[in-house]
């Protein structure tokens, strides 16, 4: 089978596109055929070295995948060839194949797409833990998001919308806004020039968000941050922008605000339970029509760097799919 495969950590260019062995499931693992393999920024850390986790080299990345099971190892009595599932696996993604734990699957239900399957794992269950159950953003109060056309931003937004929240999309680009306000958001606002805690006082009518959806870092935590609400969740959940910025903690006391982290792969671990009532809640969403994956480019697995490039490059919006 084909694989993409990281042999040294590196940009996306470095990875090797190479003809592997057929894997074989162990005790308590599945094969699937990958239908469609999600990117994620942490992908482009991973391959680099610069992420929370890093697997031992050599290792295919991609992580939030759909297909088809080929075969199943000992024990594993919940699936059988032939079932399309939904799958999630630390590492192993692009590739022909794959090898995930039975544990991490579920069946995709009836008529949703395989692009659609591999896009509401790892990005909305990022975006669910974050809104639902760390902030408990409720309806009626207003959420601000940033980096809001990216993958875990555009869920947010989705999240926001279907608890009944206002929410506020904050992204680099007049397109990119665009997007948002199609996936619902209520008020756009493009930081890449002017005074942003001016723009978020204007946007809440001098009162701030009542919490703020943080992707990006950077510059813009300390002005988004200082321009939270009385009793303000502000939630720390990635970096994309590259500095990890630092906050001065009066800031905190000053609106009886709270600084809230965000790490999905850690809580999936720790409390799968519930996970798995977030991913229930997020399909029944689905299935209403509520949050609905935005998909903007789809790639053959041999472009996998082109895709990862893209994403690096701020070009990208929504999910971006690798089609093995
Ligand atoms: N905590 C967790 O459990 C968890 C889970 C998944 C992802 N994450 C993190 O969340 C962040 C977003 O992930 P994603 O998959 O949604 O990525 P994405 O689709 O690429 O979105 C990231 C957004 O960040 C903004 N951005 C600002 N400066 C950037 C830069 N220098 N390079 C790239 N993007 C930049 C871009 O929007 P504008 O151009 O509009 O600014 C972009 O749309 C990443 O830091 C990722 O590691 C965390």
């Known amino acids: 089978m084909k694989a993409i495969v990281c042999k040294a950590w590196g940009l996306p260019d470095t990875l090797v596109l190479e003809d592997l062995p057929d894997p074989q499931p162990g005790p308590g693992q599945v094969l699937l055929q990958v239908k469609a393999a999600a990117v994620n920024f942490p ?25 088809v099971v080929l075969s199943v190892g000992e024990g594993v009595q919940a699936y059988k060839p032939g079932d ?6 630390a590492h192993g993604g692009f590739a022909e194949q794959m ?15 395989f692009d659609t399957a591999a896009a509401i794992t790892l990005t909305y269950g990022t975006s669910h ?4 159950d760390r902030a408990q953003l409720k309806a009626g109060e207003t959420m601000l998001v940033l980096g809001a056309a990216g993958g875990v931003g555009l869920a947010a937004i989705e999240i926001g919308k279907a608890l009944g929240a206002r929410v506020i999309a904050a992204a680099s680009t007049d397109e990119k806004l665009a997007v948002c306000q199609a996936h619902g958001a209520d008020v756009l606002l493009n930081y890449s020039s002017g005074d942003l805690r001016e723009a978020i006082k204007a946007a809440t009518g001098g009162k701030g968000p009542d919490v703020i959806y943080d992707p990006v870092g950077g510059a813009y935590a300390e002005p988004a941050f ?18 990890i910025p630092k906050l001065p903690l009066n800031l905190a006391l000053l609106k009886g605000a709270s600084l809230m982290g965000v790490f999905w792969g850690e809580f999936v671990k720790r ?6 009532a977030g991913m229930i809640q997020l399909l029944g969403w689905l299935a209403e029509g509520r949050i609905r994956p935005h998909i903007s480019a789809r790639y053959a697995l041999a472009d996998t760097a082109q895709a990862l490039n893209a994403m690096a490059a701020r070009k990208v919006t929504g999910k971006v799919i690798i089609q093995p």
């Open 43 to 67: 992908d482009v850390l991973i391959i680099q070295g610069k992420y929370q986790y890093q697997p031992p080299l050599p290792f295919t990345p991609g992580n939030e995948v759909s297909g």
């Open 84 to 89: 399309k599932v939904i799958a999630f696996s």
């Open 99 to 113: 090898l995930a734990p039975s544990a991490s699957l579920m069946l995709m239900p009836p008529g949703m797409d």
């Open 129 to 132: 833990h974050a809104v639902v």
């Open 226 to 243: 200082r321009s939270i609400g009385w009793r303000g969740r502000y939630l720390v959940v990635g970096f994309a922008n590259g500095d």
């Open 271 to 276: 409390e799968p339970k519930a996970n798995q």
